[in-house]
């Protein structure tokens, strides 16, 4: 604590809100009377711009260095008094907010109880304002070559969007050539060109540019650092070789398995599935007049894609070939733009649509498929087995994650979610975001989407890098956790416990222990949740604005209430 403390209390009525249950006039004397206290005023509209003003003549007139504004806290208005104290020319962290309006006025009504509290409050917002300390800002370099990893529509889009933002990409594919599942398929519902056309289009855009660096037949074997700053080790033919990248996108996909045991099927020429489908119909074979069975529903209703592609095909095959097609479902979902549309259109075409629930049986019979289901509308009216003939069965796929995603996922140190694909860090807030900052998710890698989605999934997180590190040095406050070397036994409890994936261990004779080691906390990637510093066995761990003596003093502070 410096001995040249001088602290200005501000106390804002809130335009008489908090007047209502707190008289501030006693709180005031009993404040004056506080060591270090220099300057109190009362105000009507403290975070009024006139006031800001005022606040900032009364700290160079009285020479104030600590604040402490008692009346709300809210992240605004801590953002107008932070900007106070800058214009006047102290460190924002100088601030201390008292929050009577939310913690004393909400709850209570106008009591000798609520006005020791609001005394009490006050007194401990003093005594953190006591001990608060600067916070400085660094300049953090910062790599601007993003890595894509996965060739697919996802990762050349990506790829694309973030080159021309003016940042040089490495794209890995593990295959030998690019496009991934896109590929395979017939038709975009909703996208005029045909996906062979839209893939060679990327594809060529990607391989030409001469700021993608395209890589095949490679894997991502290792990854050390963070945000701005990761070494990326590569496997290709078992040679390793090593890159300093600034941000990572996963652009990994899905996987179909097609399973026919699942419905006492083997393997027939005319027992297929959707990706199946989609190769023959895209490779022109004939299915005109053919009677086509579908069943959707059965292990696949987490995700929407298998119901749109379902009845994306049965449209195709009843218009074009005439084909008698019957869908067999247990759920339909139709929930986006103008997929509805599509499911009237094929009822209007003439698909039939048969609900069952679990009863459901297929028979392969001399080159025939036998559908036994049971109607559950039907029960009552006309119980029984309902039989269907067919010349082609269309079984769900599985839709996974691509082989090999756990194992990247503990590469990147990141979550798996639902059916063990990528895990979003929060999906309200950007849906390409993982728990690790620079790290992002684009296309099928966090749940099988559609070609449309991808494109605008891959322009965000374009934009997202852009704005993080368009630069070759990221200024940002040093808020982040700091470790004393001398306590700091390596244990590595931070380490694991960080749900950020921003610590690192650090090695070297400025860290003075007996490992010449210590965790050190990137300022980029901490998100100041304080987890370490609650963790950290040696208690080696402090985070600034909320460090042990911060809260200690608070504590000593509070007086026990009669
Ligand atoms: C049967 C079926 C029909 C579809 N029909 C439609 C449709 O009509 N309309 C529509 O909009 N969408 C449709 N889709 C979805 C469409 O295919 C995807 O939106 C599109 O392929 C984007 O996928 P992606 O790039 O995320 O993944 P993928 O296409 O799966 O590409 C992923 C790429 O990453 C590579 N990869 C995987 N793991 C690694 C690793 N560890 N390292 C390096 N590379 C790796 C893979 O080899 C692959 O090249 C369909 C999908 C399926 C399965
Ligand atoms: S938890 Fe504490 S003692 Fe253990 S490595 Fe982290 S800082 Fe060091
Ligand atoms: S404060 Fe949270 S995010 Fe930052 S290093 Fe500690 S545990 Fe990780």
């Given at each position: 604590?410096?001995?040249?403390?001088?602290?200005?209390?501000?106390?804002?009525?809130?335009?008489?809100?908090?007047?209502?249950?707190?008289?501030?006039?006693?709180?005031?004397?009993?404040?004056?009377?506080?060591?270090?206290?220099?300057?109190?005023?009362?105000?009507?509209?403290?975070?009024?711009?006139?006031?800001?003003?005022?606040?900032?003549?009364?700290?160079?007139?009285?020479?104030?260095?600590?604040?402490?504004?008692?009346?709300?806290?809210?992240?605004?208005?801590?953002?107008?008094?932070?900007?106070v104290?800058?214009?006047?020319?102290?460190?924002?962290?100088?601030l201390?907010?008292?929050?009577?309006?939310?913690?004393?006025?909400?709850v209570?009504?106008?009591?000798?109880?609520?006005?020791?509290?609001?005394?009490?409050?006050?007194k401990?917002?003093?005594?953190?304002?006591?001990?608060?300390?600067e916070?400085?800002?660094?300049?953090?370099?910062?790599?601007?070559?993003?890595?894509?990893?996965?060739?697919?529509?996802?990762?050349?889009?990506?790829?694309l969007?973030?080159?021309?933002?003016?940042?040089?990409?490495?794209?890995?594919e593990?295959?030998?050539?690019?496009?991934?599942?896109l590929?395979?398929?017939?038709?975009?519902?909703?996208v005029?060109h045909?996906?062979?056309?839209?893939l060679?289009?990327?594809?060529?855009?990607?391989?030409?540019?001469p700021?993608?660096?395209?890589?095949?037949?490679?894997?991502?074997?290792?990854?050390?650092?963070?945000?701005?700053?990761?070494?990326?080790?590569?496997?290709?033919?078992?040679?390793?070789?090593?890159?300093?990248?600034?941000?990572?996108?996963?652009?990994?996909?899905?996987?179909?398995?097609?399973c026919?045991?699942?419905?006492?099927?083997?393997?027939?020429?005319?027992?297929?599935g959707?990706?199946?489908?989609?190769?023959?119909?895209?490779?022109?074979?004939?299915?005109?007049?053919?009677?086509?069975?579908?069943?959707?529903?059965?292990?696949?209703e987490?995700?929407?894609?298998?119901?749109?592609?379902a009845?994306?095909?049965a449209?195709?095959?009843?218009?074009?070939?005439?084909?008698?097609?019957?869908?067999?479902?247990?759920?339909?979902?139709?929930?986006?733009?103008?997929?509805?549309?599509?499911?009237?259109?094929?009822?209007?075409?003439?698909?039939?649509?048969?609900k069952?629930?679990?009863?459901?049986?297929?028979?392969?019979?001399n080159?025939?498929?036998?559908?036994n289901?049971?109607?559950p509308?039907l029960?009552?009216?006309?119980?029984?087995?309902?039989?269907?003939?067919?010349?082609?069965?269309?079984?769900?796929?599985?839709?996974?994650?691509a082989?090999?995603?756990?194992?990247?996922?503990?590469?990147?140190?990141?979550?798996?979610?639902?059916a063990s694909?990528?895990?979003?860090?929060?999906?309200?807030?950007?849906?390409?975001?993982?728990?690790?900052?620079?790290i992002y998710?684009?296309?099928s890698?966090?749940?099988?989407?559609?070609?449309?989605?991808?494109?605008?999934?891959?322009k965000?997180?374009?934009?997202?890098?852009?704005?993080?590190?368009?630069?070759?040095?990221?200024?940002?406050?040093?808020?982040?956790?700091?470790?004393?070397?001398t306590?700091?036994?390596?244990c590595?409890?931070?380490?694991?416990?960080c749900?950020?994936?921003?610590?690192?261990?650090?090695?070297?004779?400025?860290?003075?222990?007996?490992?010449?080691?210590?965790?050190?906390?990137?300022?980029?990637?901490?998100?100041?949740?304080?987890?370490?510093?609650?963790?950290?066995?040696?208690?080696?761990?402090?985070?600034?604005?909320?460090?042990?003596?911060?809260?200690?003093?608070?504590?000593?502070?509070?007086?026990?209430?009669?």
């Amino acid at each position: 604590m410096e001995n040249n403390t001088r602290i200005g209390v501000f106390f804002c009525n809130c335009n008489g809100k908090i007047t209502e249950k707190v008289d501030f006039e006693p709180i005031a004397s009993e404040v004056k009377k506080l060591p270090k206290v220099e300057y109190v005023r009362e105000s009507q509209n403290l975070c009024a711009h006139l006031e800001g003003e005022l606040i900032c003549k009364e700290i160079t007139k009285n020479q104030l260095n600590r604040i402490v504004v008692v009346g709300c806290a809210s992240a605004k208005e801590e953002g107008f008094f932070k900007e106070v104290l800058n214009k006047a020319g102290l460190n924002s962290h100088l601030l201390s907010m008292v929050n009577l309006r939310e913690e004393c006025c909400a709850v209570h009504e106008k009591s000798a109880k609520s006005a020791a509290k609001a005394l009490e409050l006050t007194k401990m917002g003093i005594a953190r304002a006591n001990n608060l300390e600067e916070v400085s800002f660094g300049e953090i370099p910062v790599n601007r070559t993003v890595l894509v990893i996965g060739g697919g529509l996802a990762g050349l889009e990506t790829a694309l969007e973030t080159a021309a933002r003016g940042f040089k990409v490495i794209l890995i594919e593990k295959e030998d050539k690019l496009g991934g599942r896109l590929a395979r398929v017939n038709s975009i519902i909703g996208v005029d060109h045909n996906p062979a056309d839209l893939l060679e289009e990327k594809v060529k855009a990607v391989t030409s540019n001469p700021t993608i660096d395209v890589r095949t037949n490679t894997k991502l074997g290792d990854l050390d650092g963070n945000i701005g700053g990761f070494t990326a080790w590569f496997v290709k033919d078992g040679v390793e070789t090593s890159v300093e990248v600034g941000a990572i996108v996963a652009a990994t996909g899905v996987q179909t398995i097609f399973c026919p045991v699942k419905y006492g099927l083997g393997i027939a020429d005319n027992v297929i599935g959707q990706m199946k489908l989609e190769r023959l119909l895209a490779d022109g074979k004939d299915f005109t007049h053919k009677r086509i069975s579908i069943v959707i529903g059965k292990g696949t209703e987490a995700f929407n894609l298998p119901f749109v592609i379902a009845v994306k095909n049965a449209l195709l095959l009843r218009k074009k070939f005439n084909a008698t097609v019957n869908v067999f479902y247990t759920n339909i979902k139709v929930g986006g733009d103008n997929w509805e549309k599509m499911y009237t259109d094929a009822r209007g075409a003439g698909v039939n649509f048969f609900k069952f629930e679990d009863n459901i049986e297929i028979v392969a019979n001399n080159g025939e498929i036998i559908v036994n289901y049971e109607d559950p509308f039907l029960k009552g009216k006309m119980p029984g087995v309902f039989k269907v003939i067919a010349d082609y069965i269309v079984i769900p796929e599985e839709l996974v994650p691509a082989e090999g995603t756990d194992e990247l996922a503990k590469i990147l140190r990141l979550e798996l979610g639902p059916a063990s694909f990528f895990s979003v860090d929060n999906a309200h807030i950007l849906p390409e975001m993982t728990s690790r900052d620079g790290i992002y998710l684009v296309g099928s890698c966090q749940s099988p989407c559609f070609a449309n989605e991808v494109e605008i999934s891959a322009k965000t997180v374009a934009e997202e890098i852009f704005q993080k590190l368009d630069a070759d040095q990221v200024s940002t406050e040093l808020t982040q956790p700091y470790v004393d070397a001398t306590k700091c036994v390596v244990c590595l409890t931070c380490y694991r416990c960080c749900p950020h994936g921003a610590i690192t261990i650090e090695h070297g004779e400025q860290f003075k222990n007996l490992y010449f080691s210590a965790a050190q906390m990137n300022p980029l990637a901490c998100r100041r949740c304080g987890i370490c510093a609650s963790e950290c066995p040696g208690k080696a761990i402090q985070l600034p604005d909320y460090t042990d003596d911060q809260i200690l003093v608070q504590l000593e502070a509070m007086e026990v209430l009669p």
